[in-house]
């Protein structure tokens, strides 16, 4: 399982091995015992990374595949979309989880990518 966190200045994305539907019942249950209110919604979630990724063809066969969606954003990067669940404590806020279920090969293809993506902002990053 993917999952994706959109914070108010930030975005992550993990592979856990849990399955979606024990994740989903614990978070009912976090949220039933904190009094937090919960919103599900199938929805899409989407990120950005750079089009020169050595990865780009073995994103193309997954969009071939119809597991993700490709999406050229400009000379330097793509989006890719996926579907899955959305949830979040506030309708109209930005942040919340994204979930979804993938093949393993496609979980973890997308999760070397976001961690080449981060070191690759860090080492960018500028010095304080």
């Known amino acids: 399982m993917l999952k994706l966190t959109y914070a108010e200045n930030s975005f992550h994305l993990e592979h856990l091995n849990e399955s979606l539907p024990d994740w989903v019942s614990k978070r009912v249950i976090l949220a ?27 994103l193309e066969q997954l969009s071939q595949e119809n597991i993700l969606e490709i999406c050229p954003c400009d000379t330097s990067s793509v989006e890719i979309i996926l579907n899955g669940t959305w949830l979040t404590s506030d309708l109209d806020s930005a942040t919340g989880i994204f979930v979804t279920k993938l ?19 860090t080492l960018c990053a500028p010095l304080r």
């Open 32 to 58: 039933l015992c904190s009094a937090t209110k919960l919103h599900f919604e199938p929805s899409t979630a989407a990120f950005l990374i750079p089009n020169e990724s050595s990865l780009i063809a073995d």
């Open 103 to 121: 093949s393993q090969s496609a979980e973890l293809l997308l999760k070397s990518l976001f961690q080449t993506q981060q070191q690759l902002t």
